[in-house]
């Protein structure tokens, strides 16, 4: 599969509790984002990296909140002390960055998300 | 500001139509869009993008016409097929100064329902 990859596919959690999702983006993808999907609406951006350097970060990434790319390849995306708030879809996404042709370098292909529930 | 809404417009077609899928942007600054299929319990699929240089780009099936001066965007699907029956998203980038493609600001989607 060349496509995104995201782990777990579904997680139920109690509130309170800490929880990582992790992304593997396509191969040789040097930008990486994390998006968050709530029901009927669409996903609203949260985080981006450049490499390993995250660059970008939106007002909807509480504290709570924190996302890694160690080395440049998949990253992770941690929730501490969940709220029922933070039910949703987590989707990633990778583009190819800037290059080449250019309008193909600016693809975002998401993966298939991992669905948060916090009881 | 950015589009959200509860209650999704839909678009119900007979099998074999043409469907027209209309979205509205708020950044005139922005300078590329894409729009994306998603599936119940799936991630968006991208479908076909255009820049703001470009008022039309077709690809297989597909069209997505652009008119920055009402700041719209269109997504044409000819001969819909029972498959095609998804949400669909228009998203336009948002990053400053073209540095951050991939940062997409998603419209307001809306459901296709294609009956045979």
């Known amino acids: 599969d060349t496509g995104v990859s995201q782990d777990p596919r579904h997680k139920i959690t109690k509130r309170g509790q800490n929880v990582t999702f992790r992304c593997d983006p396509i191969s040789e993808h040097n930008r990486l984002y994390w998006y968050r999907q709530t029901l009927g609406q669409g996903p609203e951006f949260l985080t981006y990296?450049?490499?390993?350097?995250?660059?970008?970060k939106s007002r909807l990434l509480s504290d709570r909140f924190s996302a890694e790319r160690p080395k440049g390849s998949f990253s992770t995306l941690e929730i501490q002390r969940t709220e029922q708030g933070d039910s949703a879809m987590y989707l990633c996404?990778?583009?190819?960055?800037?290059?080449?042709?250019?309008?193909?370098?600016?693809?975002?292909?998401f993966g298939q998300g991992t669905r948060l529930t916090v009881v | 500001g950015e589009s959200v809404g509860l209650h999704l417009p839909t678009l119900s077609v007979q099998e074999g139509d043409n469907s027209i899928i209309n979205c509205a942007y708020s950044n005139s600054a922005s300078d590329y869009f894409i729009w994306y299929k998603q599936e119940s319990g799936k991630g968006p699929q991208f479908i076909i993008d255009?820049?703001?240089?470009?008022d039309k780009r077709q690809g297989q099936r597909v069209t997505v016409l652009l008119n920055k001066t009402v700041k719209h965007l269109s997504l044409q699907i000819a001969a819909t097929q029972p498959g095609d029956s998804a949400v669909y998203f228009c998203a336009e980038n948002s990053g400053p100064g073209g540095t951050s493609y991939g940062k997409l600001t998603f419209g307001q989607g809306t459901i296709l329902t294609v009956h045979p």
């Open positions: 990296f450049q490499n390993e350097a995250q660059l970008e």
């Open positions: 996404a990778s583009s190819p960055g800037v290059g080449g042709d250019r309008l193909k370098g600016t693809e975002a292909f």
């Open positions: 255009i820049r703001s240089n470009m």
